[in-house]
Structure formats: C-alpha cells, structure tokens
C-alpha cells in the first residue's frame, strides 16, 4: 500500500470522529436493527475462518465496508423501546466490529495490546482510546464492557462474546449478533469456547480454565458457582469438590495465522 495511503488508513478513525455532526435516525424494531448490523453479518460471513480465527487480511481489503457500517452507528441513538437483549446485542456488535477495525488499522501487528492509538492527551492502549462513536458519542472499547455491557446481575457469557482479538480469546461466530436469538448465541459461543481442549482443559476432578476466568472472576463468581456454570455448558461431569487452576493467556492476535505466545490475562 502506498505511504501516503498507508497514512490515511491509520487515522481514518480519527476522520471517523471528528466527522460533522450526525443526523440521528432510530431503530426501534426488530427488522430495522437485523438490517442494521448485516453488513457487520456479511463481512463476518465473509472472514470468520471454520475455526473462529479473523482474517485480517481479507478484512482490510473491505476495509470501506467495516468503516461505513461504523459510521451507519454514528447515526444511532439506542432506544429505550429496545428489548435488554437488543441492547446488549447492539453494544456486543459495536464493540467487536469496532476492536476489528482498529486492528485493521494497524495491521500487520502481532497484538492488539501493542497498538498505541494517538490522542490529543498522548498516545492510549487500544482498550482506552475513544475510537468508538454512537448516536455522535465518543466511547472506548473498556466503556463499552464496564458500562454498556455490565450490571448488577453480571452475564459471564459476554466474556465469549466479546472479541478481545486475541488467540486465547473465544472463536469468533460468523455473524452478527441478534437481540432475538442472542441466548441462543451466546450459550452456542460458551459451549463451543468451554468444551474445546485449545481453551479449556475439563476432567471430573480437576478444572484447567482459560486465563478469562481469572481476568473476570467477579462475574464468574465462587468456585462453586463456577463448577455449576460449567456443568450447565458441558457433558463432562464435574464433582463438587474439583480443583480449579487457570492456564496462560495468548495474547497473539486471532488472525487466521498467528503465533501461540503465553502469557496471564488480565483485565485491561
């Protein structure tokens, strides 16, 4: 890619959120917000490989259409009409459509931890930085998960769903997701991410969990609550008294090639 293109690649975020003022449209029902994220559905369909990995590469050839779904959210407000799982879906999508395209900017890049995206306050690790724009507000990716996606009664799930890009991270579905199946997606995302052995390590007496576990204990729970949560999401049958311990976390990208480095999660 020529330099100068190169370039404006790499801040076209920035474009994205200095851009004018949008006009605010709403989609309030179900239909409209299905037609809404498509074009996120599509270029999944399109770069999600078998395994769940992202291709990045093919991705950042349709760069454009990532980048004019992003701005079609620019001209969303969320609704109060929405349904809890409508809601959830809509940030879950943003989020992750939002964390892929900022990859893409950077991309090639061995993780998406040594992004640093530049601000007018310094540069800032990609969890923090603004690079977000809903209904016209600015948001970073940690907004999205603490305040958009949290509650008083915590969804573990949404630890799958959430495309942290990163190798350990759960594989990626090939769609968007959907306020009206969205239970059935995210139980399909944590039995798929729970009973493969690249992740998860499970016996009747002894718990090998991924580093997300650990990160995110709070929204896990006791380790009581933990061996019921994986019981309800897997056929191995799990004593009472089983140990847990928590496997390194792989903080190389999820592309469809990547390297397999180690290292602990932890929260960003």
Same mark, same amino acid.
Do not use: C
């Given at each position: 890619?020529?330099?100068?293109?190169?370039?404006? +690649?790499?801040?076209?975020?920035?474009?994205?959120?200095?851009?004018?003022?949008?006009?605010?449209?709403?989609?309030?029902?179900?239909?409209?917000?299905?037609?809404?994220?498509?074009?996120?559905?599509?270029?999944?369909?399109?770069?999600?490989?078998?395994?769940?990995?992202?291709?990045?590469?093919? /991705?950042?050839?349709?760069?454009?259409? =990532?980048?004019?779904?992003?701005?079609?959210?620019? *001209?969303?407000?969320?609704?109060?009409? &929405?349904?809890?799982?409508?809601? *959830?879906?809509? &940030?879950?999508?943003?989020?992750?459509?939002?964390?892929?395209?900022?990859?893409?900017?950077?991309?090639?890049?061995?993780?998406?931890?040594?992004?640093?995206? !530049?601000?007018?306050?310094?540069? *800032?690790?990609? &969890?923090?930085?603004?690079?977000?724009?809903?209904?016209?507000?600015?948001? +970073? /990716?940690?907004?999205?998960?603490?305040? *958009?996606?949290?509650?008083?009664?915590?969804?573990?799930?949404?630890?799958?769903? /959430?495309?942290y890009?990163?190798? +350990?991270?759960?594989?990626?579905? !090939?769609?968007?997701?959907?306020g009206?199946r969205?239970?059935?997606? =995210?139980?399909?995302?944590?039995?798929?991410?729970?009973?493969?052995?690249?992740?998860?390590?499970?016996t009747?007496?002894?718990? !090998? /969990?991924?580093?997300?576990?650990?990160?995110?204990?709070k929204?896990?729970?006791?380790?009581?609550?933990?061996?019921?949560?994986?019981?309800?999401?897997?056929? $191995?049958?799990?004593?009472?008294?089983?140990?847990?311990?928590?496997? +390194?976390?792989?903080?190389?990208?999820?592309?469809?090639?990547?390297?397999? $480095?180690?290292?602990?999660?932890?929260?960003?």
């Open positions: 890619m020529p330099v100068a293109l190169t370039f404006l +690649s790499r801040y076209a975020w920035l474009i994205w959120l200095l851009a004018l003022a949008p006009t605010f449209v709403h989609a309030d029902s179900q239909t409209s917000l299905q037609r809404l994220h498509e074009p996120w559905s599509d270029l999944l369909n399109r770069h999600v490989t078998y395994e769940g990995r992202l291709d990045y590469q093919g /991705l950042q050839e349709d760069e454009a259409e =990532l980048l004019d779904y992003l701005m079609s959210l620019r *001209k969303v407000t969320p609704s109060a009409a &929405w349904t809890p799982q409508e809601t *959830k879906a809509f &940030w879950l999508n943003v989020y992750n459509a939002s964390a892929a395209y900022l990859v893409v900017q950077y991309y090639p890049v061995s993780s998406i931890n040594d992004i640093r995206v !530049k601000a007018l306050s310094g540069a *800032k690790s990609p &969890w923090e930085a603004p690079v977000v724009n809903v209904g016209g507000q600015t948001y +970073s /990716l940690n907004q999205i998960e603490r305040e *958009k996606l949290s509650s008083s009664t915590p969804d573990p799930r949404i630890h799958f769903g /959430l495309m890009a990163s190798a +350990s991270a759960a594989p990626m579905p !090939k769609e968007a997701y959907d009206s969205l239970d059935q997606q =995210l139980d399909a995302q944590t039995r798929r991410y729970l009973n493969d052995s690249n992740f998860n390590l499970l009747a007496t002894h718990l !090998k /969990l991924s580093g997300l576990f650990d990160a995110y204990a929204d896990f729970g006791s380790p009581s609550e933990v061996r019921a949560f994986i019981t309800h999401y897997t056929q $191995t049958p799990i004593e009472p008294t089983a140990t847990i311990e928590y496997l +390194s976390f792989s903080w190389a990208l999820n592309d469809r090639n990547t390297l397999n $480095t180690s290292q602990p999660m932890s929260r960003h």
